[in-house]
């Protein structure tokens, strides 16, 4: 689960993580009272979307920059006017780009470097590990990639937690001087905690930064948390930003389907991940494009699938369905009848090929031929790939 910058930032305050003072707004007229909170000095104004590359992102009505300075505190009123409501693409949102609903009005800070830190869970270790740059408010990904050795790494043994002597590693690595390096210690001890204490799937700093009187403070703030995690964290989850989701995801979660969107146009409905990943492959191996991955789980129940199949077809972008079930635990039949009546209570104007194998197979054909729709049967998975393929080019 992501934050927006203004929540995450309200974290590291809690947990002692030194950030530049802020105010949010939801509408035009909370911006007075926003801004009354700060010092009456320049002011950058920040757009609040779940997408990084905000500051160099443009708006749909060609307004340049999600990131803005402003020299006082009416230039930041008219800015946060020009942003609030708009819609920003950055290289992280997709040409569709993201509609600003809150604006976050921060207090300029005195650049003297940008770094780059964050903390996350290295799979390959199974620890968590920082990575810090002195090569911060650029791309991370284009550091990495054209001069990997200014990523500095430090692994973390869960049982120990961070030592000193890693902080100190890293504050030799950032070449910071003494007074920053105290400083530094005191937000990346700090950040630890909050990356530890919250479950946090990953913090990152992007730029933190030092100031010409050696203070050091996150400037920006992104954080996603462990969703297996949230019900230990109320306060967190309580963060979530629904406007920030696909809508179709969200009407998956409450039925327990694991549904992600794409964006071709033949809906996929698949029993286990596994089987999912394999049915995108196929669809695309014979020349089509997968509208969804959606996995009803090893024992969904008729209420699943039609829920599932109403998503699916919400979805003006699907061209074509394609059913792929192994009845394994699962029962052919059950999904047969969930296929009719979802069918029946939303109508199909569009192709659907079923293949089922398995576990009451003969009951689950028997049902969808009594139903007396138009329904493809696909002998096997590469059969009824290339029947959906051909029925929606
Ligand atoms: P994004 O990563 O989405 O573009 P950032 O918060 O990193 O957004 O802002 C982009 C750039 O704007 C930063 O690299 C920094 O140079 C500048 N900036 C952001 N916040 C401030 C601030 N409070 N004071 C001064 N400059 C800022
Ligand atoms: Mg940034």
Known sequence: MNIHEYQ???????????????????????????????????????????AGGRGKGTFTDGFKGGVKFCKTKNDAKIVAGKMLGNTLVTIQTGPDGRKVQTVYFTQASDIKKEYYLAILLDRATSRPVIVASTEGGVEIEKVAHDTPEKIFKVHIDPAYGLGDYQIRQLIYAL??????????TKLIKNLYRMYWETDAAM??????????????????????????????????????????????????????????AL?????????????????MDIIKHFGGNPANFLDVGGGASKDQVVAAFKIILG?????????NIFGGIMDCNVIATGIVAAVKE?????????????????????ALADSGLTIVNGDTMADAAQKIVKLVA
Do not use: W
């Open 8 to 50: 995450a930032k309200a974290l590291f305050e809690k947990f002692g993580v030194p950030v530049p003072k802020g105010a949010a707004a939801k509408s035009a007229e909370e911006f007075d009272a926003a801004l009354g909170q700060l010092a009456d000095a320049a002011i950058v104004v920040k757009s609040q979307i779940h």
């Open 175 to 184: 070449e910071l001087t003494p007074t920053e390096g105290k400083n530094a």
């Open 203 to 260: 913090v990152e700093v992007n730029p933190m930064i030092t100031t010409p009187d050696d203070q050091v403070l996150a400037l920006d703030a992104k954080v996603s948390f462990d969703a297996n995690a949230l019900y230990r964290h109320p306060e967190i989850t309580a963060l979530r930003d629904l406007a920030e989701e696909d809508s179709k995801e969200i009407e998956a979660s409450k039925f327990n389907l694991s549904y992600i």
């Open 263 to 279: 964006d071709g146009n033949i809906a996929c409905l698949v029993n286990g991940a596994g089987l999912a990943m394999s049915t």
């Open 315 to 323: 979805d003006p972008k699907v061209k074509g369905i394609f059913v």
């Open 346 to 366: 939303v109508g199909l104007s569009i192709p659907l090929v079923v293949r089922l194998e398995g576990n009451n197979v003969a009951m689950g054909k028997q």
